[in-house]
């Protein structure tokens, strides 16, 4: 018997719900051996006057594959630097780009 005829055989006794389950962790491993296909950004342009919460608006528009929620404590703490310490916008905004770009790079190494 092949391994296929094995694997059906098997398939066939299971639920429909023990099946469907199975069907999953087939793709689940499949996914895991398939290369994915990196998603490409476009940086919108920095206007000269922008300020930090639209430079945070623009890069997430940039980066919309990103989880937010994960860079949410570095963008927090940029934006009270600039907010509650006057820390210089210019500065700030450099380092929201720095992040967003490390964390897209991380995002297509993983997919890779």
């Given at each position: 018997m092949s391994?296929?005829?094995?694997?059906q055989t098997?398939?066939?006794?299971?639920?429909?719900?023990?099946?469907?389950?199975?069907?999953?962790?087939?793709?689940?491993?499949?996914?895991?051996?398939?290369?994915?296909?990196?998603?490409?950004?476009?940086?919108?342009?920095?206007?000269?006057?922008?300020?930090v919460i639209a430079a945070i608006k623009r890069l997430s528009k940039s980066y919309p594959m990103l989880d937010k929620a994960i860079m949410l404590d570095e963008t927090s703490r940029l934006m009270t630097e600039h907010i509650i310490q006057g820390r210089d916008k210019i500065e700030v905004i450099d380092e929201l780009e720095t992040i967003f770009l490390s964390h897209y790079k991380k995002f297509t190494k993983e997919l890779t």
């Open positions: 391994k296929l005829e094995h694997l098997i398939f066939k006794q299971l639920s429909l719900e023990q099946q469907q389950t199975l069907i999953e962790f087939a793709e689940f491993l499949f996914s895991k051996t398939t290369k994915k296909t990196v998603i490409e950004t476009k940086l919108l342009p920095r206007p000269s006057t922008e300020s």
